[in-house]
C-alpha cells in the first residue's frame, strides 16, 4: 500500500537559518510525483514544490528545494533563510500518475514548523 | 486569475439533517477532486473527476456521501443524515493534466460542524 511518512510533528528554526522537513514514501510504483504543500493558520492549502519520479535534478522553487533519493524513497524539502511567515503546517503528498494521467494525493500527517525571531 | 472557490465557507448543521458544499474549480481545469481533513484522520481523498469519464468514489467513507460535477464546471459534495464524525474540513482541489505535472490547487475549504 502507498503511504507517506513525516517523522517530525514539529520544528523549529530561527530565523534565516535553513531547515529540512523529512518526508519518507512507500510505493512500488514507478511513476509518481511528489509534493510539498503549505498550510498556514488560514487553513489555505499553498503548492511548493513537485518532484517527478523520473526527474534526475532535485527540483528548486526559491527558497525551496526538494532533495530526492530515490533509492531511499525519500523526498525532503529543504526552507533556505527562513522567515516568520514560513510557520505553518507542511504536508508532504504522493501522486501515482506521473506524466499527466491523474491520481488522487496521499497525505503525510503533516509537520508544524515554527520559526523563532 | 481566479483560484479554487468553495461555499459556505462555514457551515454548522445539526445531526441527521443534509448538507451540500459547493466547489468551483480554475477554469478550464479538467480534473477536480475532494478531500475532507479532519484532526483524527489527517487528510483524506474522497472522490475524484476527470473531464467525461466516470468518477473515481473510492474515498468516499459511506454510501451516505456522494458528488456530482455539472457541465465539466461546478462539482457539489452531498453529505446526507450528517453524524458527528463528519465534521471536518472539506477541501476541494483542481488540476490541469500535463505531462510534466499534476499539480493540484487547493480552494479554502468548506468546514462542517454536526451538533
Known amino acids: 500500500a502507498q503511504k507517506i511518512t513525516q517523522t517530525q510533528p514539529g520544528m523549529f528554526v530561527q530565523e534565516k537559518e535553513a531547515v529540512t522537513l523529512d518526508c519518507t514514501y512507500d510505493?512500488?510504483?514507478?511513476?509518481?510525483?511528489l509534493f510539498w504543500y503549505k498550510q498556514p493558520s488560514s487553513g489555505e492549502m499553498i503548492f511548493l514544490i513537485y518532484q517527478g519520479s523520473y526527474d534526475e535534478q532535485n527540483a528548486t522553487e526559491g527558497r525551496y528545494s526538494l532533495n530526492f533519493q530515490k533509492a531511499r524513497k525519500s523526498a525532503n524539502l529543504v526552507i533556505s533563510a527562513s522567515q516568520l511567515g514560513d510557520s505553518a503546517m507542511y504536508f508532504c503528498?504522493?501522486?501515482?500518475?506521473?506524466?499527466?494521467?491523474?491520481?488522487?494525493?496521499?497525505f503525510g500527517k503533516g509537520t508544524k514548523l515554527s520559526v523563532k525571531p | 486569475g481566479a483560484g479554487v472557490s468553495q461555499s459556505p465557507s462555514n457551515k454548522v448543521t445539526e445531526k441527521g439533517k443534509d448538507v451540500e458544499l459547493r466547489c468551483d474549480p480554475i477554469s478550464g481545469h479538467t480534473a477536480l477532486y475532494w478531500y475532507r481533513q479532519s484532526l483524527g484522520q489527517g487528510l483524506e481523498f474522497l472522490i475524484y473527476?476527470?473531464?467525461?469519464?466516470?468518477?473515481?468514489k473510492s474515498g468516499l467513507p459511506s454510501d451516505r456521501f456522494s458528488a456530482e460535477r455539472t457541465g465539466g464546471s461546478v462539482s457539489t459534495l452531498t453529505i446526507q443524515r450528517t453524524q458527528q464524525e463528519d465534521s471536518a474540513v472539506y477541501l476541494c482541489?483542481?488540476?490541469?493534466?500535463?505531462?510534466?505535472?499534476?499539480?493540484?490547487?487547493f480552494g479554502p475549504g468548506t468546514r462542517l460542524t454536526v451538533l
Open positions: 503528498a504522493m501522486s501515482l500518475n506521473y506524466g499527466g494521467s491523474q491520481g488522487n494525493l496521499i
Open positions: 473527476f476527470q473531464g467525461n469519464s466516470a468518477p473515481d
Open positions: 482541489a483542481s488540476s490541469l493534466p500535463e505531462r510534466a505535472t499534476d499539480t493540484q490547487y
Open positions: 510505493t512500488s510504483d514507478q511513476s509518481y510525483g
